[in-house]
């Protein structure tokens, strides 16, 4: 499987469930809390009137003339999300698109801002250029990763599979 920003993202929440991912075992669509969080981007896309624009095999929610936006239901872990939108910046770029992101939070928790700002480096870019290394060899391993065990297991889609 070819790295999106799904993996980019999964990759630092759990190595395992970026693993699973990776090799197509997909339990989100069984999972309440993913579906509050589709239903909520939905609702959000419709207010502003923008679509999702598909580039190759990322999805970037909206396309202004000075950012690519990523909307996420909450702050929980940004950042993944971070990561997740230097790697949809890399790829534009690769199309000779440049943009800065912006990531608009729908529900803070963990922090008070509701948007927040990246800018693809010529470090970052290195960075990312690894970490996507990494998750190819992750996920064309064969052992799959330990159970991370934390408070936040309890709500992921994975959550099953793992322990029960």
Wanted: hydrophobic content about 35%; some cysteine.
């Amino acid at each position: 499987m070819k790295v999106n920003g799904t993996l980019i993202n999964y990759y630092f929440h759990c190595k395992r469930q970026c693993y699973l991912a990776g090799n197509r075992l997909n339990l989100e669509d069984n999972s309440e809390d993913v579906q509050i969080g589709r239903v909520l981007h939905q609702l959000e896309l419709e207010k502003s009137k923008v679509h999702e624009l598909a580039v190759e095999n990322i999805r970037i929610d909206k396309l202004t003339q000075e950012y690519l936006v990523e909307i996420k239901k909450s702050d929980a872990d940004m950042e993944a999300v971070q990561w997740q939108v230097l790697f949809y910046l890399h790829i534009l770029k690769q199309k000779g698109i440049n943009r800065k992101g912006k990531i608009e939070v729908l529900e803070t928790k963990k922090q008070a801002k509701k948007i927040h700002y990246v800018e693809l480096t010529d470090v970052l870019e290195d960075d990312l250029l690894q970490l996507i290394q990494d998750i190819e060899s992750l996920i064309s391993g064969t052992l799959v990763p330990d159970i991370l065990d934390k408070p936040t297991c309890k709500k992921c889609a994975y959550y099953e599979y793992c322990y029960l």
